[in-house]
């Protein structure tokens, strides 16, 4: 089992759809969570980190489930810029690598 | 507030070369990671370090590849005598602390010919 997993998708969504995403991880000692996104040919860049109490920044919301062990990322009205590969991230403190998913991809269509 | 450089930004080596990549991170982040990723892939973790120090490299190939991150100076992701599957973008990332919070370079896409 990988230790951080992803619906590599695609996800093809039309223009203001509510798309949602999932990641699982397998470490329950796992500490920081978050979001990046990457653009074809480009470098991640962080999008959000993901908080217990769940956290939202304009139409991304965010939300982590410490039992399940899977963090969530909703996109509410899909705009043509959000296509992307969104990175599930886990990190650790203590000195352990910070471990990426694979990613899901994201194609929004007008 | 410069952001994570990386150079060069493209580099083609021959087959059993060396390639050297860089990476300054940005200011006040101590901690720097490298990654790989291959086309139509996602990053895969190499090495993590610390000024001076190797914090886990478990990531890496044991063989051609190393690391360092010296007191001064940029970090170095030396590949020796390299071979066409070595062919990939190498992504470098710098952070404050090691909670995932990581700022990424533009890349050094490596081509071997």
Request: proline share 5%; hydrophobic share 30%.
């Amino acid at each position: 089992r990988k230790e951080v997993e992803q619906d590599p998708g695609p996800f093809n969504v039309p223009e203001g759809a509510t798309v949602a995403f999932n990641c699982t991880y397998s470490n329950s000692a796992s500490q920081s969570f978050f979001w990046y996104r990457q653009d074809c040919r480009k470098e991640p860049k962080l999008l959000m980190s993901v908080y217990s109490s769940g956290n939202e920044d304009g139409r991304f919301t965010a939300q982590l489930n410490r039992a399940s062990q899977y963090i969530s990322l909703l996109i509410r009205d899909s705009k043509l810029s959000d296509s992307a590969t969104y990175l599930c991230v886990v990190g650790h403190t203590g000195g352990f690598k910070t471990i990426f998913g694979a990613g899901t991809r994201l194609f929004v269509k007008a | 507030n410069a952001g994570v450089m990386q150079n060069p930004r493209h580099l083609v080596r021959r087959r059993g070369q060396e390639a050297r990549l860089r990476c300054s991170p940005m200011k006040g982040h101590s901690h720097v990671y490298w990654y790989r990723q291959l086309p139509e892939e996602g990053l895969k973790f190499m090495v993590y370090l610390q000024k001076e120090n190797i914090i886990d490299e478990s990531g890496m190939p044991k063989e051609r590849f190393s690391a360092e991150f010296p007191k001064e100076g940029p970090s170095i992701l030396r590949i020796q005598q390299v071979v066409r599957g070595d062919s990939a973008a190498y992504f470098c990332a710098s952070s404050r602390d090691n909670s995932g919070e990581q700022y990424f370079g533009p890349g050094t896409r490596l081509t071997v010919t």
